[in-house]
């Protein structure tokens, strides 16, 4: 059960279709596949998405950090010892997706190495969840064209449209089209990913206001410090916040300060010992949460799902898990499958995250 070597391994997939957004833009998946090897001869695999846009970090920053920092930290430890694990990756500053790929790779470890599924040791609530798709910035008629494909093939009826956009009649005026074209039925939200000001944040929402959304996230910055809480305090749908609140600390500021009044949880950047922090938090508090996509390959998926179906506070609201779709190829032996808007958990042992060789082989760029 002890740690015996932790691997960072760079790679690079092209998405058929680029996810654009407020923030930036992903057109290709240069992610880390970080693996957890234990003297047992198990290996927990788990996928570090980098996003300078949003946390500093770089594929060859988290490379860094997991061979140069944590790897030397945790090894020879058991897989058992995760809060010594947490405790000695948290030495460390930032880094957010680096340690939480670390920390998913050893949850994997563990499960395997005790026979039993991550989902369930985490929590094991349910073993599906409905599934949410982020729309990005694009014409209008193409944002809808792409809502309708994912409701057609896959029974998708939650949409997280992006929004940011200056002016911002453009995409008040798209997300009207989607209301139009898709019916009352569909859940809509919209994510601003930092693009607006308070002011036009409050325009745009009060612009909407006949299209039922269900939420907003993160339409203008945290540093935007009582511009937010102004904005919330006279809005009519709840407020989440998501790149703004990474840490449990992070978490309690913006809920406390009344900036957010409901918390995107990424396991791409709290992993899952740090998410389960988060959720009990927000628990604690009466707070709701969504599960959150870091456009997440489907190793990444696999890891938001497992902690979203464990528990039940996070299984309630749609999560967002289907943006794997737009790559061109992916990682996982056996393929994820979105049937009737809904995701099932992958089965145990650990994570269910068999990586194709042939195929990890192919796209990793340090041979
Ligand atoms: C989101 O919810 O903001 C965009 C950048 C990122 O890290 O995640 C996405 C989606
Ligand atoms: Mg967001």
């Known amino acids: 059960m002890k740690i015996t070597a932790v691997e960072a391994i760079p790679y690079a997939i092209d998405y058929r279709k680029p996810l654009k957004f407020a923030s930036g833009e992903v057109r290709t998946a240069e992610h880390v596949l970080v693996r957890v090897h234990t003297d047992d001869g198990v290996v927990g695999t788990a996928d570090a998405p980098p996003r300078p846009f949003t ?18 930290s945790i090894t020879g430890l058991s897989v058992l010892e995760r ?92 997300v009207r089209a989607l209301r139009t074209a898709l019916g009352d039925d569909v859940e809509l939200y919209v994510d601003g990913n930092r693009g607006w000001t308070p002011s036009e944040a409050a325009q745009a929402l009060r612009a909407m206001d006949d299209l039922d959304l269900s939420m907003a996230e993160e339409l203008c910055p945290a540093d935007d410090v009582l511009g937010r809480r102004w904005l919330t305090a006279q809005a009519s749908i709840p407020q989440f916040a998501d790149e703004s609140a ?94 009737d808007g809904h995701l099932k958990v992958r089965q145990g042992p650990g994570l269910g995250t068999d990586v194709d060789e042939q195929k990890l082989s192919h796209y990793r760029q340090d041979h």
């Open 83 to 174: 809060e010594t694990v947490r405790s000695r990756l948290h030495r460390t500053v930032g880094n957010p997706v680096a340690k939480s790929a670390v920390d998913m790779a050893l949850w994997d470890a563990l499960g395997r190495t005790l026979g039993v599924s991550v989902s369930e040791l985490l929590g094991g609530f349910t073993d599906r969840l409905r599934v949410s798709h982020m729309v990005g910035f694009a014409p209008a008629e193409q944002m809808v064209a792409a809502a309708e494909q994912m409701r057609d093939e896959h029974g998708v009826t939650a949409f997280k449209v992006k929004v940011g956009r200056r002016p911002w009649k453009q995409d008040t005026d798209a």
């Open 246 to 339: 990474t840490t449990p600390a992070e978490v309690a500021r913006e809920l406390l300060d009344g900036a957010a009044t409901g918390i995107s949880i990424k396991t791409a950047r709290t992993g899952f010992t740090v998410s389960q922090r988060v959720l009990g938090l927000c628990e604690g508090l009466g707070v709701e949460v969504v599960m959150g996509n870091q456009i997440d390959t489907q190793v990444g998926t696999v890891a938001t799902a497992a902690f979203g179906a464990a528990h039940e506070l996070t299984s309630r609201r749609p999560a967002e898990l289907s943006n794997y779709l737009d790559m061109s190829d992916d990682l996982l032996a056996e393929p994820l499958v979105i049937a």
């Open 55 to 72: 946390y500093g970090e770089t594929q060859a920053s988290v490379i860094a950090a997991v061979t140069g920092i944590f790897a030397p």
